[in-house]
């Protein structure tokens, strides 16, 4: 009986333990994995632990970027019934259309709604967090996607002392730099998502704002000799990248700026970021400025993080949502991850010079969603287009590549016409 007894209470300990230990777990699924992005993600991990100490974080961050990789993964793990408790995911179509409409998350706006959160978020951010009136993920943040980085030392040497304002004016600054034996532009296109970075900024330069929201909306074709002429464009700029850029990262191509071997590079403003944990600082080492033809528009990324239905640790998934909700956990992340607050009452004295230009950007140019970074359309367009960006970097067949474009959206019913 005395046997009997205590294996049962054995049992009933570890049966109690398993419980603790689930129920003090977070389950953190992300792509941020290199400089700056990593260091945000561990100082809100931190403040997380600093409220709620004996809950144990997994980390569950896959390299990969915007490209395949982690999105592959959490796609995979998502459709087998696995959820991470919260996963990092672009507003807009990337959340909607992937994991919204096919039934996989629980609204949070009542969590926005307990914190008196609601308005403290532009409206323009939460609706592309929404769907059929409810909030399905919080936005962490929000990046400016159509900025040129640039080695402020390289450009003394070529004459550049301002930031050009036309296409013709920037190409200029490339060959110059070309010239000295620099590379121009520093691309890091081994994940393949850069490309069609570069290129969706070309096409808003072309197109314009209002013509580019059009897109998404049916009310501008895809059949637009704008689009044509910003693939002319990037098979010009292709002229001035270096030549290993298919065996890199983005980290790898900001490094190249970093390490005074190139002139610029096109990314989003996590590269201010790393390049701060680089030791850098802004307008000291580098500069930086709109892509020419984009100076009234911000492309926007946010990041956001959203409840999965089945959630192992959903409590504790609860409490990470209201923490990067919090005012406290935007101002602790942003300045580090190279991003502005997506709330609207963040402390500026806490943000750099570039990230407060960013934040008067965003509050008065014209916003427009990203492709690539999966707030403009759905994954079967942009995966798509990704691939035909990537072939063209190679073949430079603008012809053969605006045919596939047009193939693209005629597809995924967008006009053409």
Same mark, same amino acid.
């Given at each position: 009986?005395?046997?009997?007894?205590?294996?049962?209470?054995?049992?009933?300990?570890?049966?109690?333990?398993?419980?603790?230990?689930?129920?003090?777990?977070?389950?953190?699924?992300?792509?941020?994995?290199?400089?700056?992005?990593?260091?945000?993600?561990?100082?809100?991990?931190?403040?997380?632990?600093?409220?709620?100490?004996?809950?144990?974080?997994?980390?569950?961050?896959?390299?990969?970027?915007?490209?395949?990789?982690?999105?592959?993964?959490?796609?995979?793990?998502?459709?087998?019934?696995?959820?991470?408790?919260?996963?990092?995911?672009?507003?807009?179509?990337?959340?909607?259309?992937?994991?919204?409409?096919?039934?996989?998350?629980?609204?949070?706006?009542?969590?926005?709604?307990?914190?008196?959160?609601?308005?403290?978020?532009?409206?323009?951010?939460?609706?592309?967090?929404?769907?059929?009136?409810?909030?399905?993920?919080?936005?962490?943040?929000?990046?400016?996607?159509?900025?040129?980085?640039?080695?402020?030392?390289?450009?003394?040497?070529?004459?550049?002392?301002?930031?050009?304002?036309?296409?013709?004016?920037?190409?200029?600054?490339?060959?110059?730099?070309?010239?000295?034996?620099?590379?121009?532009?520093?691309?890091?296109?081994?994940?393949?998502?850069?490309? +069609?970075?570069?290129?969706?900024?070309?096409?808003?330069?072309?197109?314009?704002?209002?013509?580019?929201?059009?897109?998404?909306?049916?009310?501008?074709?895809?059949?637009?000799?704008?689009?044509?002429?910003?693939?002319?464009?990037?098979?010009?700029? +292709?002229?001035?990248?270096?030549?290993?850029?298919?065996?890199?990262?983005?980290?790898?191509?900001?490094?190249?700026?970093?390490?005074?071997?190139?002139?610029?590079?096109?990314?989003?403003?996590?590269?201010?970021?790393?390049?701060?944990?680089?030791?850098?600082?802004?307008?000291?080492?580098?500069?930086?400025?709109?892509?020419?033809?984009?100076?009234?528009?911000?492309?926007?990324?946010?990041?956001?993080?959203?409840?999965?239905?089945?959630?192992?640790?959903?409590?504790?998934?609860?409490?990470?949502?209201?923490?990067?909700?919090?005012?406290?956990?935007?101002?602790?992340?942003?300045?580090?991850?190279?991003?502005?607050?997506?709330?609207?009452?963040?402390?500026?004295?806490?943000?750099?010079?570039?990230?407060?230009?960013?934040?008067?950007?965003?509050?008065?140019?014209?916003?427009?969603?990203?492709?690539?970074?999966?707030?403009?359309?759905?994954?079967?367009?942009?995966?798509?287009?990704?691939?035909?960006?990537?072939?063209?970097?190679?073949?430079?067949?603008?012809?053969?590549?605006?045919?596939?474009?047009?193939?693209?959206?005629?597809?995924?019913?967008?006009?053409?016409?």
């Amino acid at each position: 009986m005395r046997k009997f007894l205590t294996v049962l209470l054995v049992g009933v300990f570890f049966f109690a333990g398993a419980l603790w230990a689930k129920e003090n777990a977070l389950e953190i699924f992300s792509w941020w994995t290199g400089g700056g992005e990593e260091e945000g993600l561990m100082a809100l991990f931190d403040l997380f632990h600093k409220y709620y100490p004996d809950v144990k974080i997994i980390n569950a961050a896959v390299a990969g970027g915007a490209g395949t990789n982690a999105k592959a993964v959490l796609k995979t793990r998502m459709l087998g019934g696995n959820p991470p408790d919260s996963f990092q995911v672009h507003a807009g179509m990337e959340l909607i259309d992937t994991y919204v409409i096919p039934g996989m998350m629980e609204p949070v706006t009542w969590i926005l709604k307990d914190m008196n959160a609601l308005d403290k978020f532009p409206k323009a951010i939460l609706d592309m967090c929404s769907y059929k009136g409810e909030v399905y993920s919080i936005p962490v943040n929000v990046h400016r996607a159509n900025v040129v980085f640039y080695n402020k030392k390289i450009a003394a040497q070529i004459g550049m002392e301002q930031p050009p304002q036309t296409w013709h004016g920037f190409v200029e600054y490339l060959k110059r730099a070309k010239e000295k034996g620099y590379v121009g532009l520093a691309l890091g296109d081994k994940n393949k998502w850069t490309a +069609l970075h570069l290129f969706e900024s070309l096409m808003l330069a072309e197109l314009g704002p209002d013509a580019y929201n059009g897109l998404w909306k049916g009310k501008t074709s895809f059949n637009n000799t704008a689009i044509k002429r910003a693939l002319e464009i990037m098979k010009e700029m +292709l002229d001035y990248i270096n030549s290993d850029h298919a065996a890199m990262t983005w980290q790898d191509a900001v490094r190249l700026v970093y390490e005074g071997k190139a002139l610029a590079t096109v990314m989003g403003d996590w590269a201010e970021g790393y390049l701060k944990t680089l030791g850098w600082t802004p307008g000291v080492e580098f500069g930086w400025f709109a892509l020419p033809g984009t100076q009234d528009a911000f492309m926007v990324v946010s990041d956001t993080f959203g409840l999965p239905k089945g959630a192992p640790h959903r409590q504790n998934a609860i409490r990470w949502l209201k923490l990067i909700a919090s005012r406290e956990a935007q101002d602790v992340f942003n300045p580090i991850k190279g991003s502005i607050p997506a709330r609207l009452d963040a402390d500026k004295s806490k943000y750099d010079v570039y990230l407060r230009w960013s934040m008067n950007d965003f509050a008065t140019k014209k916003l427009t969603p990203s492709i690539i970074h999966g707030s403009a359309a759905p994954e079967s367009f942009s995966a798509a287009l990704m691939d035909a960006i990537d072939e063209f970097v190679t073949t430079r067949d603008v012809d053969k590549t605006f045919k596939k474009i047009l193939m693209i959206a005629e597809d995924n019913d967008y006009n053409v016409k």
